[in-house]
């Protein structure tokens, strides 16, 4: 029996798709749950799993080539099995390693040749001691230097050889889907959006002292790390609880106002810029939030996001510090109305009480749309903010 292999339903907002990479080839054995392909969106890279055991009979596309949802990409023979090669004699391997061999699925065997790792020196956790992805990722995860190695593979800029002195090659690399889709959104936002920024200073003292005292306790009893983020996120929420504006959008003519906070927290990916979003972030605690954004972070860099992880949101926080940024001008996540930019701490000199006094200073960026944000809604907005991590205590008495 002869069963289909479509493209997975792709959400509104995602006209199609593109045919990354190809894990199988005709005449594979596949199992149910192998990753047969790699289904490139604008947003996040899709897997697209056999649904029955069998062989693959046909490949209807090619890498690189444009599909929509429900296109039929493939064939599988259900029940069929991949007719064993001769071999020329028998050699003294054991028993053991040919089971081995025949537990492993395609898309298995493509990761462990691509990172030259053994399959003997791995604990399957499938049925039967059947050699899974996760566990090459498992190994790969617990070998850095060997997944570093993998990922050098894969970049354009590992297959050119050092340019030496004198020498002006070029290279044309196609851009990505996500990174083109980016670059699209982006500047539909500076061409729809009237745009300002504005900027404030925060005294970090508070948060940092706050931090210290406590992030061996807090860590110790929620198993997560006291970060600055989370400070950010819950005073984020207290300036647009008292600004609607900021955590509104504009639909044709109407302003939607949002009664809920979902924040988008902005990442970098091995695939450029994403943005997950934390869900109803008002009702989660500091260890929540920090949760979460481990979490959602983990998933970006191991490119596992979902599509549910990236769409929504109703306000962006991005952290250009972590990169060392001193000051920047966020551009808005359409058809969100604002985002938060943060950069880095450095010691600065402040008057305090009439006296010159060296303090962890940080700047904040506030981008918003002119259209539906009015001037002093953003300035009060960021000084909610500044106020909040200035003093900590505000955050917990909602004052």
Known sequence: MSVEVKVPILPESVADA?????HVKVGDEVSIDDNLVDIETEKVVLEVPATVDGVIKELRVEEGATVGEQD???IIEEGATAPKAEEPA????SDANTDDADKLSPA???MLAENNLDASKITGSGKNGRLLKEDVQNALNAAPAAKDKSAAKDTPAAEVKTPQAGERNERRVPMTRLRTTIARRLKEAQDTQEMLTTFNDVNMQAVMDLR???KELFEKKHGTRLGFMSFFVKAAIEALKRFPAVNASIEGNDIVYHDFYDVGIAASSPRGLVVPVLRDVDQLSFAGIEKNIGQLGQKAKDGKLTMDDLIGGTFTISNG???GSMMSTPIVNPPQSAIL???RIEDRPIAENGEVVIRPMMYLA???DHRIIDGSESVLFLRTIKECLEDPARLLLEL
Do not use: C, D, N, S
């Not at 028998?90 to 391997?93: F, L």
């Open 18 to 22: 593109i045919v990354a990479v190809w």
């Open 72 to 74: 039929v990409i493939a």
């Open 90 to 93: 028998p050699q003294e391997t």
């Open 108 to 110: 298995v065997r493509k």
């Open 212 to 214: 210290k005292q406590y």
């Open 321 to 323: 510090g972590t990169f």
């Open 341 to 343: 930019g943060m950069h």
């Open 366 to 368: 506030l981008t918003y």
